[in-house]
Structure formats: structure tokens, C-alpha cells
């Protein structure tokens, strides 16, 4: 058996969360979302952290549960909206919040997982984003200094994924979780299907293994759907 | 007189050309999916990481793992294909999105944008809106004309923080088409008006300068 498999979200969270650290979590919505281990999260006692995702879940789901428990002091993400919780903690004071342009925040992950320090991008030149930042002409346009972002651990969403590590995501719920996957200390990885070498393709692999440090095959996924949004079938009675 | 939300989609539709990569925003710009004049063909960019945006599924047949930006199930064509965040915004960052249409809550005559906070009213995020502004080719506005309280959206400078400066090439509103001068400073050029919409109603709510060129 591979060292980097773990049986569950407990165990693969053994050791390696401390209170103040920087936490990494997939996602776009509630698409993609690490459940298991947020599900994990919630019931330990570390707190005090600062979380880095696109958004911060929605009522009663994915991080929201972790905002409500009181165990994120900050978030670096690019969109809180409809999520009242959070704009009743922020404008209160109880959480902090770095707002980056999506790209940007996208950017700045895969630059950190790269092992590059910071890089320049027109994207916020000329508003409050590029405020105390350098700022930097090239070939006459302006572009604003960005950070590259790592985290102490990165949790991760694959729909499929081997026991070397080797992942897969499925269709839009890839999102942030591939460029995630390589800026993590440790990444860890629940995926829906847990396989055995061989099985996946390796000009199919999204997420080379090296970057994952533990992977789990996940249970219960609810998948949430945000905006369930449909069509009437043609020729369907009205 | 003047456009619905739909004729106002239906107008910014026709700047649609044959070809194009194009991402539109939340809201109206939305609508403008509906109105891709025919034999013009366009691949829709979803900025959670999509090209070839299908139309929304079959009841019974959404799936989670296929969503837009809004957060909205969608459906694949036989053309899409997936990608990450970071890939999604390089080709955006990169200048291969021909076109976004986004709407707005002030646009200001020199091509200014605000659409993504009103400080200590609304907190919500820029979500990608910044990196479009920057960085796509063409950028349309897709707007009422006025807010609710019939204040004009359509001002000299944006009193919101902004999402982009100097970004807005065109606006189509309830009442017309201006086409925006980022780099000149000669202000708005009114060159099309809704039906019924006469000029001077359109000075009367712009709180900008504007030339006239029907």
C-alpha cells in the first residue's frame, strides 16, 4: 500500500493542522469543495485560521461551517457574496478579509506552488487592489506587483485519483483545486474514486502526483448544487 | 419608450462577430446568450474554468460539476473543454477573450468602471470582473441607464471604487449606444438611440460629456 494513502479525512488530517496556520481549500461555489475534510475540519479543535479560497461557501455548507464554528480569522478570497455570516463577522470586526481579483488570486497560487515570489499583471492597476503595491511600467502599460501565495496545507477535490497521487478532476468543479494542489506544504486530496496504479490514463493526469503528500477516496458527497437552473424539454407541456 | 432588458441584450448581441471568444458577465449580459444572431458563431468562456458554454440542462439532468460563474448549472457542447482557475485566467490575462459584456453600477466618460461594491452598503467581492476590465480586447457595458432612485449611472468620473480604469470601449443602455473614448478625453459619443428615446431625453439623464453622432 502506497505511504500516501489514508483511510479518511481524520487521518489524513493527522499532524499536520496548527492553530494560526494557512489553510488552502478548493472550489468555485460549492462546486468542488473538499466536503470530507472540511467535515473533518470542523470537528477538531484548530482554530485561528487564515483560509485561502475563491469563496467562503454558502449557508450551512462547505467553509461556511468553519466561518460559523469560529475557526477562520481571515479570508483571502476574490468573492463573499450571499453569505450573510460572513458580512455580519466582517463588519463586526470578528474576520478579516483580503479581497483579490479572481485571476489574480488564481495566479498568485500556481506562482507560489512555481516558485515564483511575485509577478506583474495589468489587473487592478488604477484601483484600491493596487493600493501600496509597486507598481511598474512595461512597454508603455502599467502592471501592478502581485505576491505568489503557498499554504501550510492544501486541501484538494478530484473526482478520481491513484494511489501514487496522480489526480483527475471532473468537467467545471476543477476550478481552483489543480492550482491548489501544487501550493500546499502538504496537500492533501479526496477524491471520489480511489484507484490503483494503471488506471488512469497518464496523458489524462491533471494533478501529477508529486504534488499530492495524502489522498483518500471520500464518502457521502452531497455536491451541492448553488442555482439549480433548467430548461423546459422541447415540445413539454408548458 | 426605450429598450427592455431583452432588446438591450438583443442590441449588444449584434456586436457579436463570427469567430469570437466571449465572456459574458452576471445579470443582463447573460440574457445576451439568447441572441447570438444566426451564422454568427461565438464559444462562451465560463471564468470557473469552461470554453463552449452549453444552454442550461434538462430538468432532472443537472449535474454539479458543471456550473458557470454564476454559479448556474450549465450543459457541454462538442466543443468544450475544461480547465483550471489559473488557465482560465491566463487566457484571459493574455488577451485571447475577444469580448466581455458586464454590467455596471457607474461608468464614467473616460472609459471608468465601477461595478463591484458600494463601501459600507454592500460587501461582496470583484470576483473576476477586475481581470476582464484589464484585460480583454473589447469591453461593452450592458446597463439601465439610471439607478432605482433615477440617479444616472453614466457620470464624469465613477464615485465607486472601480473595477477598471479606462476599460470601457462601448455601453449599451435602456435608452442607447455610446461608444466611450478610453485614451482621447473627448468624452461620450451618442450613436444610436432606443425607439421612442429622443436626445435630449438621454441628456437629461447622462451626467456626462457627450457629443451626438446619429
Known amino acids: 500500500m502506497s505511504k500516501k494513502v489514508f483511510p479518511d479525512a481524520a487521518a489524513a488530517l493527522e499532524g499536520v493542522l496548527f492553530d494560526g496556520m494557512t489553510l488552502m481549500s478548493g472550489g468555485f461555489g460549492l462546486s468542488g469543495n473538499p466536503e470530507n475534510c472540511i467535515a473533518a475540519m470542523a470537528r477538531l479543535p484548530v482554530k485561528n485560521l487564515t483560509v485561502i479560497s475563491n469563496n467562503c461557501g454558502a449557508d450551512g455548507f462547505g467553509l461556511w461551517v468553519l466561518l460559523n464554528n469560529g475557526q477562520i480569522s481571515k479570508m483571502v478570497s476574490s468573492y463573499v457574496g450571499e453569505n450573510k455570516l460572513f458580512e455580519q463577522l466582517y463588519l463586526t470586526g470578528k474576520l478579516q478579509l483580503e479581497l483579490n481579483p479572481q485571476g489574480t488570486l488564481a495566479e498568485r497560487i500556481r506562482a507560489g506552488g512555481a516558485g515564483i515570489p511575485a509577478f506583474f499583471t495589468k489587473t487592478g492597476v488604477g484601483t484600491v487592489v493596487a493600493e501600496g503595491k509597486p507598481v511598474q511600467e512595461f512597454d508603455g502599460e502599467k502592471y501592478v506587483m502581485e505576491r505568489g501565495l503557498m499554504a501550510d496545507v492544501a486541501i484538494v477535490k478530484a473526482w478520481k485519483g491513484d494511489t501514487a497521487g496522480n489526480l483527475v478532476y471532473r468537467k467545471t468543479a476543477q476550478n481552483f483545486n489543480s492550482v491548489m494542489a501544487t501550493a500546499g506544504k502538504v496537500t492533501i486530496a479526496e477524491v471520489e474514486h480511489l484507484v490503483q496504479p494503471g488506471e488512469i490514463d497518464p496523458d489524462a493526469v491533471h494533478t501529477p502526483g508529486i504534488y499530492v503528500s495524502r489522498i483518500f477516496q471520500g464518502a457521502g458527497y452531497e455536491k451541492r448544487i448553488e442555482r439549480l437552473t433548467t430548461r423546459p424539454r422541447e415540445g413539454a407541456k408548458a | ?214
Not at chain 2, 446568450?33 to 469552461?50: C, K
Not at chain 2, 473589447?138 to 465613477?158: A, F, N, P, W
Not at chain 2, 472601480?162 to 478625453?185: Q, R
Open chain 2, 1 to 214: 419608450m426605450s429598450w427592455t432588458r431583452e432588446q438591450m441584450a438583443q442590441r449588444a448581441a449584434l456586436e457579436l462577430r463570427d469567430g469570437y471568444y466571449v465572456n459574458l458577465g452576471i445579470g443582463i449580459p447573460t440574457l445576451v446568450a439568447n441572441f447570438i444572431p444566426p451564422g454568427v458563431d461565438v464559444t462562451l468562456q465560463s471564468e470557473n474554468g469552461m470554453l463552449g458554454m452549453g444552454p442550461f440542462p434538462y430538468e432532472g439532468e443537472a449535474d454539479a460539476d458543471l456550473i458557470n460563474a454564476g454559479k448556474q448549472t450549465i450543459t457541454q457542447l462538442p466543443t468544450s473543454s475544461f480547465f483550471s482557475s489559473a488557465d482560465s485566467f491566463a487566457m484571459i490575462r493574455g488577451g485571447h477573450i475577444d469580448l466581455t459584456i458586464l454590467g455596471a453600477m457607474e461608468v464614467a466618460e473616460n472609459g471608468d468602471l465601477a461595478n463591484w461594491t458600494i463601501p459600507g452598503k454592500m460587501l461582496k467581492g470583484m470576483g473576476g470582473a477586475m481581470d476582464l476590465a484589464a484585460n480583454v480586447k473589447r469591453l461593452i457595458v450592458l446597463m439601465e441607464h439610471t439607478s432605482k432612485d433615477g440617479e444616472s449611472k453614466v457620470l464624469q468620473r465613477c464615485k465607486l471604487p472601480l473595477t477598471g480604469a479606462a476599460c470601457v470601449d462601448l455601453i449599451v443602455s435602456d435608452l442607447g449606444v455610446f461608444e466611450c473614448d478610453k485614451k482621447g478625453g473627448s468624452g461620450l459619443k451618442l450613436i444610436e438611440l432606443a425607439p421612442g428615446v429622443t436626445v435630449d431625453d438621454v441628456k437629461a439623464k447622462t451626467k456626462a460629456k457627450m457629443t451626438v453622432a446619429l
